[in-house]
């Protein structure tokens, strides 16, 4: 089986105890000295195996230093005895002088600037190619999905093993991920968190979510496209499941500023069909559940009524708009016909109180606004409370269908009349229980978190765009794995070098 080069970048200080747990598979260790100094690359091989590559990143390229051309000269040409590999900036670093110090075998020549087509990648490239160099590579920022399509065109053209294209940022991620299938010989991965809000993944996450550094055989492309995603475990389950069924495929993150252009740039275009990775599923996901529902081939019955959906399938060439969010009442079904209130009257949240009340349960709706509150009333005709005049007494079920408690940034409302008979679903999930779930269950209340509820959608996600039953080993342990990991959460890291400050020389 094929594999592609992990690279974890340094952008922190970090502690021997945590270079040494480092995973085997991480090949390259990526010193941003730009961010946190020169360190001896004695020190660090006396606790990482593999190779070193030194980073000294421009102010102008997105980097930090921004002294004298002397300065910067002296420090690669010290970095060349010591480390594997070197960084080398095109605009500033191929002259003589500084060539002369550093052989060809410890280049990585790196081009950075704005996205553009493929064979404006290809007059780049071949200006670059005349310095011989072990690595080049191509970044550019990403300002919409859409971007990323150019560098994995040039790297299809190109078909060379020497060469790293992608675009990076939130709305590039998807294309780094798919450019080692491409040819790129090198993925790189945080070695901390602090790189996630502008497109980063932790070299943890590539491992555990997307089965790097191998690269499984694939034909079918899947993904999930909202705007605020990296943190989903979507990706993780769907990929794990992928793996022990054998099947050929890979679920991604689209990260989008604009639904609408998402789809005719990257789905109506056929542009990904083009690559040789058609979209034959996506999860769609808040704000763009109802853009979604408009431009459907066709939809079901209750995404017409909820007029949302969050799971498109393609068949026959036809775009299917399903929803999956009635599953999360699938654990409460049989306790109905309840009084319920629902809070939140997003797409969400109206398939959710159409389900409820397909059941015969007698539900309210709630919400902050008073305009999403009467258009889910017109939809569903159903009676409506405003968040501000809501009293928790007198419902069997509540159910938080708003996002408000997944950055642990307070209530969705007020619980000072919740009694412990209410049963208590919270869709909203994060790095740790909701302050909803946790109040709830401190009171000796009962609540199902957005963890069940998200793996029980996912089941049927799964099951929806692929014709076939997610496996049983798939389950809450796996939706947690990621939160137990360092890579998810920095207190981890913290506790870890607090208790290592006596390391021999800390980064």
Same mark, same amino acid.
């Given at each position: 089986?094929?594999?592609?080069?992990?690279?974890?970048?340094?952008?922190?200080?970090?502690?021997?105890?945590?270079?040494?747990?480092?995973?085997?598979?991480?090949?390259?260790?990526?010193?941003?000295?730009?961010?946190?100094?020169?360190?001896?690359?004695?020190?660090?091989?006396?606790?990482?195996?593999?190779?070193?590559?030194?980073?000294?990143?421009?102010?102008?390229?997105?980097?930090?230093?921004?002294?004298?051309?002397?300065?910067?000269?002296?420090?690669?040409?010290?970095?060349?005895?010591?480390?594997?590999?070197?960084?080398?900036?095109?605009?500033?670093?191929?002259?003589?002088?500084?060539?002369?110090?550093?052989?060809?075998?410890k280049r990585m020549l790196v081009w950075r600037g704005r996205a553009c087509d493929a064979s404006q990648f290809q007059l780049?490239?071949?200006?670059?190619?005349?310095?011989?160099?072990?690595?080049?590579?191509?970044?550019?920022?990403?300002?919409?999905?859409?971007?990323?399509?150019?560098?994995?065109?040039?790297?299809?053209?190109?078909?060379?093993?020497?060469?790293?294209?992608?675009?990076?940022?939130?709305?590039?991620?998807?294309?780094?991920?798919?450019?080692?299938?491409?040819?790129?010989?090198?993925?790189?991965?945080?070695?901390?968190?602090?790189?996630?809000?502008?497109?980063?993944?932790?070299?943890?996450?590539?491992?555990?979510?997307?089965?790097?550094?191998?690269?499984?055989?694939?034909?079918?492309?899947?993904?999930?496209?909202?705007?605020?995603?990296?943190?989903?475990?979507?990706?993780?389950?769907?990929?794990?499941?992928?793996?022990?069924?054998?099947?050929?495929?890979?679920?991604?993150?689209?990260?989008?500023?604009?639904?609408?252009?998402?789809?005719?740039?990257?789905?109506?275009?056929?542009?990904?069909?083009?690559?040789?990775?058609?979209?034959?599923?996506?999860?769609?996901?808040?704000?763009?559940?109802?853009?979604?529902?408009?431009?459907?081939?066709?939809?079901?019955?209750?995404?017409?009524?909820?007029?949302?959906?969050?799971?498109?399938?393609?068949?026959?060439?036809?775009?299917?708009?399903?929803? *999956?969010?009635?599953?999360?009442? %699938?654990?409460?079904?049989?306790?109905? =016909?309840?009084? &319920? !209130? #629902?809070?939140?009257? @997003? +797409?969400?949240?109206?398939?959710?109180?159409?389900?409820?009340?397909?059941?015969?349960?007698?539900?309210?709706?709630?919400?902050?606004?008073?305009?999403?509150?009467?258009?889910?009333?017109?939809?569903?005709?159903?009676?409506?409370?405003?968040?501000?005049?809501?009293?928790?007494?007198?419902?069997?079920?509540?159910?938080?269908?708003?996002?408000?408690?997944?950055?642990?940034?307070?209530?969705?409302?007020?619980?000072?009349?919740?009694?412990?008979? *209410?049963?208590?679903?919270?869709? %909203?999930?994060?790095?740790?229980?909701? =302050?909803?779930? &946790? !109040? #709830?269950?401190?009171? @000796? +209340?009962?609540?199902?978190?957005?963890?069940?509820?998200?793996?029980?959608?996912?089941?049927?996600?799964?099951?929806?765009?692929?014709?076939?039953?997610?496996?049983?080993?798939?389950?809450?342990?796996?939706?947690?794995?990621?939160?137990?990991a360092n890579f998810l959460l920095p207190e981890v890291a913290l506790q870890s070098r607090a208790a290592a400050e006596a390391?021999?020389?800390?980064?």
């Amino acid at each position: 089986m094929d594999a592609v080069a992990l690279v974890a970048t340094v952008t922190r200080p970090h502690c021997a105890a945590e270079i040494q747990e480092i995973s085997k598979a991480v090949a390259w260790l990526q010193i941003r000295s730009d961010l946190i100094g020169d360190i001896p690359a004695d020190w660090l091989r006396s606790y990482f195996p593999g190779r070193l590559v030194y980073t000294l990143q421009t102010y102008r390229t997105g980097g930090k230093f921004d002294r004298s051309t002397e300065e910067r000269r002296g420090r690669l040409i010290a970095a060349a005895r010591d480390y594997d590999l070197v960084e080398l900036e095109c605009d500033c670093d191929l002259y003589s002088e500084l060539l002369d110090a550093i052989p060809a075998a410890k280049r990585m020549l790196v081009w950075r600037g704005r996205a553009c087509d493929a064979s404006q990648f290809q007059l780049y490239f071949q200006r670059m190619a005349l310095i011989p160099a072990r690595y080049y590579c191509l970044i550019a920022p990403a300002a919409k999905s859409s971007d990323g399509l150019q560098t994995l065109r040039f790297l299809r053209n190109l078909k060379r093993r020497d060469v790293v294209a992608f675009c990076e940022g939130p709305s590039g991620l998807w294309s780094q991920l798919l450019s080692p299938y491409f040819g790129s010989p090198l993925l790189f991965g945080q070695l901390d968190n602090s790189m996630r809000q502008f497109g980063g993944l932790h070299v943890q996450q590539l491992m555990t979510d997307y089965g790097f550094p191998a690269l499984r055989p694939f034909e079918e492309l899947y993904g999930m496209v909202g705007n605020r995603i990296l943190q989903s475990p979507s990706p993780r389950l769907h990929n794990n499941a992928y793996r022990m069924l054998n099947r050929p495929a890979v679920f991604l993150p689209f990260h989008v500023e604009c639904f609408e252009d998402f789809w005719q740039e990257m789905v109506e275009s056929a542009a990904l069909d083009e690559l040789g990775i058609p979209v034959r599923g996506l999860v769609i996901v808040s704000p763009y559940k109802e853009a979604a529902a408009a431009v459907a081939g066709a939809s079901t019955s209750m995404v017409r009524k909820a007029m949302a959906s969050n799971v498109f399938v393609r068949k026959d060439g036809v775009w299917e708009a399903h929803t *999956t969010d009635p599953e999360s009442i %699938a654990a409460v079904r049989h306790l109905c =016909p309840v009084q &319920s !209130a #629902v809070i939140g009257c @997003g +797409g969400a949240g109206r398939a959710v109180a159409a389900a409820l009340q397909q059941t015969g349960s007698r539900v309210t709706l709630v919400n902050r606004g008073l305009r999403r509150g009467d258009y889910a009333v017109s939809l569903l005709g159903l009676p409506f409370v405003p968040l501000s005049e809501f009293r928790a007494n007198g419902f069997d079920l509540i159910v938080n269908a708003t996002p408000v408690g997944k950055e642990n940034d307070g209530l969705p409302f007020v619980i000072d009349t919740l009694t412990n008979s *209410t049963l208590i679903v919270d869709l %909203a999930y994060g790095p740790r229980p909701t =302050p909803l779930v &946790s !109040a #709830v269950r401190s009171r @000796g +209340g009962a609540a199902i978190d957005g963890y069940d509820v998200l793996l029980t959608q996912v089941r049927r996600q799964f099951q929806l765009m692929t014709g076939l039953e997610m496996p049983a080993e798939i389950d809450r342990e796996t939706v947690l794995a990621g939160n137990a990991a360092n890579f998810l959460l920095p207190e981890v890291a913290l506790q870890s070098r607090a208790a290592a400050e006596a390391c021999e020389y800390s980064l």
